[in-house]
């Protein structure tokens, strides 16, 4: 291969890809290596034999029946990790040939940097591989250069660096074998309309909690909380998949009725990272008795990922809205509210720079005067104005200034509007605090004035869920809660599963 892409530095030759043309299987990872720069083939280093020896067996194939590829063509000093910009150009440019001449039906791709090759839209984002690895997937690679089945895995090399992620490996690449054979289907998410309601009233707890717990068969009940900075927001149960309900930190009496049932009941609380919601419960007065935790039955199955979101997604299909994709927007629009009401309000604070001028003006039409000052420049109404007869002239200029105070809002304002797409948004509350400390171009901020302006206006908006509409936060509230109970029953299930069955051999005597 001596065609080179046009981002490439040129230090090292281009590697091309191998195997059969047509295939049925492509798998596309990161760059070569030292090894495969040496020998100037791909995958023949010890992650070359790692793929080949350990992970395509479990998956039914063979080195020579698959083609194997990189994103990124040349080697780089210290094994660097490419960025977005050299994945694209590189791919661009040598990819789609590649991929036209093999035609694969699967393309797996190996690594996040390798997974960026998906095209997506702007409101999907990029392809997060803690989800979606070890999941099929109709897509496209490369604006439309290819489509079909695409499958993201993690790359190879990362089991050897990183043991715990041996086993999402190796379940990987079995589970790929199963679905190629149609063995194996993933998880879908179960089509079905939500009862997610907001409650206020004891007799209303009464309702949602006796109708599940008294009238079936099951004393478990899932609960999550939500907080506003420092202070507790809500808590959500949900005792039946696909129902929930959330209940205000302030609505004390219907806090109390939720508190009777789990203690006098006794029911067994499932919570996800119970060490966050237990202190949140504890302040809001509810005492757990027996509990879960989600996020340790994860950890301990092995291979799982720990966040509900990717855990959802894993064990059920079902794709949740993030806290970021929730609460970020709605802060962001409350915080540019405030923002320009501040800005304009901080205006009172300009300076204002006076200036003596050689000649004098009218303050009526702006106009030069000559002679003597008694005749106007202007040429409207014979050469006359009134500032001859009223005097209105003056030859000191005022220029208006902004405070720093008011430069450091307008500055955040307009990034904050200007960059609130991409992967990595503008954080307003980040760059103010540093603004506050550190000024704009030299100039920095009394703290007395942010005083005033919070004192005028109200506390500055906090990144919180309190900024979002009720229905908003219901939904994402009550959500997680819902969540939580389908997660831990599948967790259940799975414990009776053989490969989670201690052998007596293994049993401490």
């Known amino acids: 291969m001596t065609v080179r892409c046009d981002i490439c530095p040129g230090d090292f030759s281009p590697i091309s890809g191998s195997g059969p043309k047509p295939c049925r299987v492509a798998f596309i990872g990161e760059r ?9 083939r791909v995958f023949v280093g010890k ?4 793929l080949d020896r350990t992970y395509l067996p479990l998956a039914g194939l063979h080195r020579e029946d698959v083609y194997v590829t990189n994103s990124v063509k040349c080697w780089a000093l210290g094994n660097r990790t490419p960025s977005e910009r050299e994945v694209l150009g590189c791919g661009r440019c040598f990819l789609p040939r590649e991929l036209d001449a093999c035609r694969p039906e699967i393309v797996v791709l190996l690594g996040g940097s390798a997974c960026r090759l998906i095209d997506r839209t702007e409101a999907q984002g990029r392809v997060r591989i803690d989800y979606a690895h070890g999941r099929p997937m109709q897509g496209s690679l490369l604006d439309g250069s290819w489509s079909g089945w695409i499958w993201p895995s993690y790359h190879p090399a990362l089991g050897m660096h990183d043991t715990t992620k041996m086993t999402p490996l190796l379940e990987d690449f079995r589970r790929l074998g199963e679905w190629m054979r149609g063995e194996w289907e993933p998880p879908q998410p179960e089509v079905q309309e939500k009862d997610y309601q907001l409650i206020a009233l004891p007799e209303s707890v009464d309702k949602y909690v006796c109708g599940s717990i008294c009238c079936g068969d099951s004393d478990e009940i899932a609960i999550d ?9 809500s808590l959500q149960i949900s005792t039946e998949p696909h129902t929930g309900r959330m209940i205000l930190a302030k609505d ?3 806090i109390e009725r939720l508190a009777y049932w789990i203690s006098d009941m006794d029911l067994e609380v499932v919570m996800h990272h119970s060490i966050h919601d237990l202190d949140d419960l504890a302040r809001m007065g509810v005492k757990v008795g027996r509990f879960r935790d989600t996020l340790q039955e994860a950890f301990q199955a092995g291979g799982l990922p720990q966040g509900l979101k990717p855990l959802a997604y894993r064990l059920l299909g079902v794709e949740m809205t993030s806290w970021e994709d929730t609460v970020l927007p709605a802060s962001t629009e409350a915080m540019v509210t405030w923002l ?3 800005a304009d309000l901080a205006a009172q604070l300009a300076e204002v720079k006076t200036t003596e001028l050689a000649t004098w003006r009218c303050l009526d039409c702006g106009h030069k005067q000559h002679d003597d000052k008694l005749v106007c420049g202007s040429k409207a109404g014979g050469g006359k104005c009134l500032c001859v007869t009223t005097g209105r002239t003056s030859n000191l200029k005022h220029e208006h200034r902004a405070g720093a105070t008011e430069a450091v809002l307008r500055h955040v304002l307009h990034h904050t509007t200007a960059k609130q797409t991409g992967d990595e948004p503008y954080e307003p509350w980040k760059k103010l605090r540093e603004m506050r400390a550190e000024g704009l171009r030299g100039r920095v901020p009394e703290s007395w004035e942010f005083e005033w302006l919070e004192q005028e206006l ?9 900024n979002c509409s009720m229905e908003q936060a219901l939904q994402y509230s009550v959500g997680d809660a819902d969540m939580t109970l389908q997660v831990a029953r599948v967790l ?16 401490d005597q």
Not at 32 to 40: C, I, S, V, W
Not at 47 to 50: D, K, L, M, N, Q
């Open 492 to 507: 259940r299930e799975r414990r009776g599963d053989r490969r989670y069955v201690i052998d007596p051999s293994d049993r």
């Open 47 to 50: 992650t070359g034999e790692e």
């Open 32 to 40: 070569p290596g030292a090894t495969e720069n040496l020998k100037h």
């Open 225 to 233: 909380t939500e907080s506003h900075g420092t202070k507790e927001f």
């Open 458 to 466: 109200g506390p500055m908006p906090i990144l919180g869920i309190g």
């Open 340 to 342: 320009m009401n501040a």
């Open 252 to 254: 004390k009496a219907a």
